[in-house]
Nanobody, 124 residues
């Protein structure tokens, strides 16, 4: 079983940056497919970014391409999401997630493990 704990959220202004972290325990992340989803009030949880464990191929939702970067540090068993040029529309709870399949995926149904989420609020 994998436990995921996110941190790094907060209140920022439009145009600012934040870096989210997700520390995993219970299993190494080096062979897990991992990703970030987000959920705004009244909306469904949506895909943000994901990364394969093989080769580190990354995938992004169209609305974050060029602004967000997903990465991992296997030695620290930690996944990151660097968020630049934040917009008010990015306000949401951000969730770290992982699955044993190893590939990065936009499909929420693929993911087995979820963190508790971290709130990101962007004021305009």
């Amino acid at each position: 079983h994998v436990q995921l704990v996110e941190s790094g959220g907060g209140l920022v202004q439009a145009g600012d940056s934040l870096k989210l972290s997700c520390v995993a325990s219970g299993r190494t992340i080096s062979n897990l497919g991992m990703g970030w989803f987000r959920q705004a009030p009244g909306k469904e949880r949506e895909f943000v970014a994901a990364e394969d464990w093989i080769g580190g191929t990354t995938y992004y939702a169209d609305f974050v391409k060029g602004r967000f970067t997903i990465s991992r540090d296997n030695a620290k068993n930690t996944l990151y999401l660097q968020m630049d040029s934040l917009e008010s529309e990015d306000t949401a709870v951000y969730y770290c997630t992982a699955h044993s399949g190893g590939d990065g995926s936009e499909d929420i149904r693929r993911y087995d493990y979820w963190g508790q989420g971290t709130q990101v609020t962007v004021s305009s």
